[in-house]
């Protein structure tokens, strides 16, 4: 149950008992071997299991996943539980004179209603970096969306139906779309505290960026644009907030940072920290999209005041309709060459629509920037990046935090810089690519660079189907009216926030039965971050996988260790419990020399037995024999790189390690309808070591196909305010049918010298690479160059120049014509 | 909230017999698909839910003695796509069904409550233009023919009358030596719905010289209705594919479609793709057609 | 006006009173306490409330409750047998066909199907049956590996 204290180690996951937990555990742990022996062969024995690095492990959480008893926040209920719903803004910007809510409060089954009037001034405004979000709006709404009233009832249904009759009177104020007009001089100013809209403004510079135009062989100028993304996970935000018999407030909540809830709430309800606990709840996607406040604040309040458990779960239309989005950017990209195709400057100016409040849009911007060229030297490089707020929901953060736009831009113009001095994009990158040894913008000294590797992983399957298809297309094998093409591009990403500290810890504790239990801050949101960090806690401590739980995204049982994203969280808090795997097995082989009469240097742990003088023990015998002292025993681990980018000068070390990656994607156009297919795929990256190898693949084929859907068909469309496609209907996620019937992924062979037993990290980071490499088979098939995202199907005709009303008259009817696809 | 009434019907006279006592409170139900969605949108309320989902002799797909195929108006999308007597008789319902959603849809959505919907974008209309196919309703006065060509009127509205029930489609027998074909463009590969673009060809030639003597086609997603061109339709009698009549039947589709614009593609464009993929389908119709076989 | 209906779900029996507009997913999930069947764009396009309705996969958002009284209804709980992961289950389990997992109950009840209809499918015939169904985290792959090890074993 919910509100039960003692959570046993792993519960978390399951809406069962820990005891029918614990009998489906013995079959994961026969399947766990099973892998095991497969993967490690003639070797393996029942006892020399402790090996784990490396291994395509199934994932614990998956086991209830696959049964139909996650632990989902919307499929936990409670005794007494209501629902809330909220009443929102049907204006892009106006005053809000009014607010009746007399005939929803007579509506059936109403507890609650909540407005901005209920909440004290100063706990109204919520956010991550800062807070500038009213949870109910006040005074004003800056966006169609926006909640004014939260509503609890006994059914969904009645709390909706109480939402629908809350009236509010608007005064219209004057709206803003776009960036540009946002900062044109004299407009409305949306936030109090920003002059001129501007919600950050970056300027970076190395090196003297005009002296390299005006001596550029070669110079490629273009404006690029980007439409805003939804994350569409799958499972809408959702949350349940009760206050439990000790008068602690609970949250159990979909989210990717639950410290931030838990500080947050602190403010906002005036409950000492200690009597609030937030848990994640089993996330059903997050990318980005879960770590701002949505119902956590509304669903803890409504539950305050009714003493009742709340229960809120958005709709879709209301995740589309009110929850961040990636940023919408319009930017001028400027790129020098020589005719050997060196690359000598790069000049980028952004503009993007940050939306109505704040959210992650510095981070993005901040990343952006430091991003900017990457993973190519660039002597000369000047960046101008500017959010403005808009009458838009707000833009926040989502996979790769703007990155993948900026790779768009700069993978495009490497193809056609190749393709203009008449080398492969391949060697354009090679020329170009990073090694060990250079230094980035911020002056960071690059190792373990592993991007050459991936070129050259890639290089032969491009130079092999390269050959292949001039045949197929001078042999006139294909289908008439389809071409085919290949586009190469390249990632290089920084694992963690950008050039501030921000340390992950971990703590291990141990148990008298010989189970050991890994307290971690960062989450796993889906990813399967905590089966990684089992792995390396088992082989850390040299001990047998089953022995290991990971707890993590628990408020009262973890440090805050930030939240997961940006790829931080292997990297980071897999350092973190390898720190603490040292202390753990200090404490713990103390613990036991002094019962067994030895000197601590006497003892270890080896291969998920204790060897105590020369005598070996099973793991469990030992934690027995210590039984009255396990409890004392902590292991404590804090992985606190040295980051910092001075934010005047832009130099420093932004990150502590990078992940590296190539992509080759192969299309088909259809060039009477200008539509793509995605055919074949394959991408090859630099991760460092990969700790779970089915893990990782799974992640780089989820990025791609990600990055697939924004470069082909998904866009936010809005008008007068108004979010046009709030559904999967017309919000075209790509499907099964619209993946690459292949994809083929490599890891190359590196090891980080800074990561946990050589890990870098990269989930996130798969989905950097693909529209550049899209954009660039667009031109290889049919010649023409998108410079705008998604790549429609009418604006690649447009660009060929087909499209129009007498160009069919060309058309041929030889042959047998191609079958719909 | 006034309460929901709910009534299961297992005859076509009781189902027409409480619709006339609903009056205009009755909503009949079939297999819920688009119900369904404008429920959970709260795009209505209906007042009295009358289900015909279990009138089996709704079901019904059989030729008849004279050679028409007959569907029940409540045979699924997906009994449509697997049934052997409409493979043998008109595969032109098997292609177009097999475009339809996916089979989680199919097996609730009827062909009978594809055609009442009268959406533009919807499958089922666009291939029973093409095929000539008419409509038989059940209503208080009895049975009424409507030819499919005639059905609908305008967004959303068809000829079906407030008192009447959609009972079957009859498809006229397909003359020999013809072939058939369904093409459909959406910027997904499938599941796309609301800015798809799609065409029906079903024509039959003189054996002896190939040309065109019989010629029906059907659009869908280029106008607020989904649309029978009989001008296109004439112009490729006796014809046969080439160039011109493309060029040809490209201008018509420019000068006779009115196709809406949406968030994804230009009123233009769509007239674009409505001429190429009509010419697509007329293509491989008319190659089946000359193949002697009008399977794929 | 409550509409008296049973329901066969999972092989055992349930009568209870529903609302006429009801839909199958809210009853299964807020009566029945059967939260394996989840629910998100409640227009039949994402697949993740798919169920089996007499063993043909269906959209349960879209399924008004009373139009199932009567029917067999079988959703992700009813999978295991006799305590143990049913050979689909375990294959998504090994072959990292699940991430997030919310979307999980929908593909598993689409490949029940698709298996008991097609045990041999091909590739292609795998993709075509998930179609229906949308994942954001695995980019497919693994799923359609997944139920291929399951189709050739």
Redesign the interface.
């Given at each position: 149950m919910a509100s039960d204290k003692k959570q046993p180690a792993g519960q978390k996951f399951a809406l069962e008992s820990a005891k029918q937990q614990a009998l489906w555990q013995v079959q994961f742990r026969q399947i766990v071997a099973d892998v095991q022996k497969q993967a490690l062969g003639p070797n393996w024995t029942a006892n020399s299991s402790a090996r784990s690095i490396g291994l395509p492990l199934p994932r614990n959480d998956v086991l209830y996943k696959v049964r139909g008893t996650a632990r989902y926040a919307a499929n936990i209920s409670m005794d007494g539980m209501l629902y809330g719903r909220f009443a929102r803004s049907q204006e892009p910007h106006a005053r809000i004179l009014n607010i009746d809510v007399s005939a929803a409060a007579r509506a059936?089954g109403v507890h609650a209603i909540l407005t901005a009037d209920d909440i004290l001034q100063d706990r109204l405004l919520v956010g991550t970096h800062d807070n500038d979000t009213p949870i109910l709006a006040k005074d004003r709404v800056r966006y169609v969306g926006e909640p004014i009233v939260a509503i609890v009832a006994e059914s969904v249904e009645q709390a909706?139906?109480a939402c629908d009759l809350v009236e509010v009177e608007y005064e219209s104020l004057p709206v803003i779309f776009t960036p540009e007009e946002a900062i044109t001089a004299g407009a409305y100013q949306i936030d109090a505290e920003a002059e001129g809209n501007i919600i950050t403004e970056h300027r970076h510079a190395v090196g003297d960026v005009d002296a390299a135009f005006a001596a550029a062989d070669i110079v490629l100028e273009n404006t690029f644009t980007t439409e805003p993304i939804d994350h569409c996970f799958l499972e809408a935000q959702a949350g349940l907030a009760f206050v439990d018999s000790g008068g602690t407030l609970n949250l159990l909540v979909s989210t990717q940072y639950p410290h931030f809830h838990h500080e947050q709430l602190a403010r906002v309800t005036g409950l000492p920290m200690e009597k609030i606990r937030v848990i994640q709840t089993v996330v059903g996607g997050a990318f980005g999209g879960k770590i701002d406040d949505t119902i956590e604040c509304a669903s803890c309040l409504l539950a305050l005041k009714t003493s009742r458990p709340v229960s809120m779960t958005l709709t879709r239309e209301e995740v589309f309709i009110a929850t961040t989005k990636r940023h919408r950017l319009k930017f001028r990209q400027k790129l020098a060459a020589t005719r050997k195709g060196h690359l000598t400057a790069l000049e980028l100016d952004i503009l993007c629509d940050g939306g109505a409040y704040r959210s992650y849009s510095r981070v993005v911007a901040g990343r952006c920037v430091v991003h900017a060229g990457m993973p190519y030297r660039f002597p000369n490089l000047r960046v101008h990046f500017m959010t403005a707020f808009t009458n838009h929901v707000p833009s926040g953060s989502m996979r790769s935090f703007g990155v993948v736009k900026m790779a768009f831009a700069l993978e495009s113009h490497l193809t056609e810089l190749a393709a203009k001095i008449g080398i492969s994009p391949i060697e354009i990158r090679k020329r170009n690519g990073f090694v060990d040894g250079d230094a980035t913008s911020t002056g960071q000294v690059l190792q373990d660079v592993g991007l050459l590797k991936t070129l050259a992983e890639i290089e032969p399957v491009y130079e092999r189907r390269k050959r292949e298809l001039a045949a197929v297309h001078g042999q006139g094998q294909m289908n008439p009216g389809r071409k085919r093409g290949l586009g190469v591009a390249c990632l290089g990403y920084g694992i963690g926030y950008s050039g501030i500290r921000n340390p992950s810890t971990a703590r291990l504790a141990v148990s008298a039965d010989g189970f050991v239990t890994a307290f971690c801050g960062t989450p796993d949101i889906g990813t399967g971050s905590d089966m990684a960090l089992t792995q390396i806690a088992a082989e850390a401590l040299d001990i047998d996988l089953g022995r290991l739980r990971v707890v993590s995204g628990d408020s009262t049982k973890t440090d805050d260790s930030g939240p997961t994203s940006a790829s931080r969280t292997t990297y980071f808090s897999g350092n973190a419990v390898c720190l603490a795997s040292e202390d753990f097995k200090r404490q713990f082989c103390t613990a036991v020399a002094e019962k067994t009469g030895c000197l601590p240097a006497q003892v270890r742990i080896d291969n998920d037995r204790v060897i105590v003088r020369n005598e070996p023990l099973a793991f469990e015998q030992a934690c027995r024999l210590i039984a009255d002292d396990v409890d004392a025993i902590v292991g404590y681990g804090k992985f606190d790189p040295d980051i910092e980018v001075d934010i005047s000068t832009y130099q420093g070390n932004a990150y502590p390690t990078y992940t590296y990656g190539t992509h080759l994607v192969e299309i088909e156009v259809d060039e009477?309808?200008g539509?793509v297919?995605v055919v074949r795929y394959w991408a090859a990256h630099d991760g460092g070591v990969i700790v779970n190898p089915i893990g990782a693949e799974g992640q780089v084929e989820g990025g791609i196909v990600q990055g697939l859907g924004m470069a082909?068909?998904e866009k936010i469309?809005r008008q007068e305010g108004f979010i046009?496609?709030p559904h999967y209907?017309?919000y075209?996620l790509?499907?099964a049918?619209?993946s690459p019937g292949e994809i083929n992924v490599w890891f190359v062979e590196t090891y980080d010298r800074t990561g946990p037993f050589g890990a870098k990290g990269l989930a996130e980071a798969s989905i950097i690479p693909a529209p550049g490499a899209i954009a660039g088979a667009i031109s290889d098939a049919v010649g023409v160059w998108p410079r705008g995202m998604p790549m429609?199907?009418?604006k690649i005709?447009e660009l060929m120049g087909h499209?129009s009303?007498?160009a069919?008259?060309?058309?041929?009817?030889k042959g047998?014509?191609r079958?719909?696809? | 909230?006034t309460?929901?009434?709910?009534t299961?019907l297992d005859t076509v006279d009781d189902a027409v017999q409480c619709l006339a006592s609903a009056g205009e409170d009755g909503h009949v139900?079939a297999g819920?698909?688009a119900l369904?969605?404008l429920?959970?949108?709260?795009l209505v309320k209906?007042a009295h839910?009358l289900?015909i989902?279990r009138i089996d002799a709704l079901k019904r797909i059989e030729v008849t003695a004279e050679g028409v195929l007959s569907i029940g108006a409540l045979a699924t999308h997906?009994e449509v796509l697997t049934s052997a007597v409409v493979a043998a008789t008109c595969p032109l319902l098997i292609e177009m069904s097999s475009?339809i959603?996916?089979?989680?849809?199919r097996?609730?959505g009827t062909i009978g409550g594809s055609i009442c919907l009268g959406d533009p974008q919807g499958d089922p209309p666009v291939a029973l233009l093409a095929l000539d196919a008419v409509v038989r309703a059940a209503g208080p006065q009895g049975l009424r023919d409507i030819p499919i060509r005639t059905f609908f009127q305008d967004v959303y509205t068809t000829a079906l009358q407030s008192d009447e029930i959609l009972q079957e489609i009859r498809i006229p027998r397909i003359p020999d030596g013809g072939g058939m074909a369904?093409?459909?463009?959406s910027?997904?590969?499938?599941?796309?719905?609301?800015?798809t673009v799609s065409a029906a060809v079903q024509l039959a030639c003189d054996p002896d010289d190939g040309r065109i003597i019989n010629a029906g086609l059907g659009l869908g997603g280029v106008g607020v209705t989904p649309v029978w061109s009989k001008a296109i339709a004439d112009g490729l009698l006796n014809a046969t594919?080439?160039?011109e009549i493309?060029?040809w039947m490209?201008?018509l589709v420019?000068e006779e479609l009115s196709p809406i614009g949406d968030?994804?593609?230009?009123a233009?464009?769509k007239s674009?793709?409505a001429?190429?993929?009509l010419?697509?389908a007329t293509?491989?119709a008319y190659?089946r057609a000359v193949a002697g076989s009008d399977r794929? | 006006?409550s509409?008296d209906i049973s329901l066969r779900v999972n092989g055992a029996e349930h009568r209870l009173a529903v609302?006429?507009?009801e839909?199958l997913v809210n009853v299964l999930r807020n009566r029945l306490g059967m939260t394996g069947t989840h629910k998100d764009c409640?227009?039949?396009?994402c697949?993740a409330c798919?169920i089996l309705?007499n063993g043909?996969?269906?959209?349960s958002?879209?399924?008004?409750a009373?139009?199932a009284?009567g029917e067999a209804i079988r959703t992700i709980e009813g999978l295991e047998r006799d305590g143990a992961l049913s050979p689909l289950q375990e294959a998504f389990l090994r072959y990292g066909a699940v991430q997030c997992g919310f979307c999980t109950p929908g593909f598993l009840m689409?490949a029940v199907?698709l298996l008991e209809k097609n045990p041999k499918p091909d590739r292609n015939e795998i993709i075509d049956?998930l179609?229906?169904?949308l994942c954001r985290c695995t980019g497919y792959m693994k799923i359609v590996d997944a139920i291929e090890f399951v189709a050739n074993n």
């Open positions: 059936p909706q139906q009477e309808l539509s297919d082909l068909w469309v046009v496609n209907r017309d075209l790509p499907g049918m619209d429609e199907s009418e005709l499209y009303t007498d069919a008259t060309s058309a041929t009817v047998q014509p079958e719909p696809r | 909230m309460a929901c009434l709910y299961r139900i819920g698909v369904g969605i429920l959970n949108e709260r209906p839910l289900d989902s997906q475009e959603a996916c089979e989680r849809i097996n609730r369904y093409h459909k463009f910027a997904r590969r499938a599941m796309d719905y609301a800015t594919p080439c160039p493309f060029a490209r201008k420019h968030h994804l593609y230009s233009d464009y674009h793709v001429a190429v993929i010419r697509r293509e491989r190659n794929r | 006006m509409v609302e006429p507009t839909t409640t227009m039949g396009i697949g798919t309705l043909q996969p269906v959209s958002c879209l399924l008004l009373c139009q009284d689409t199907a049956a179609k229906g169904n």
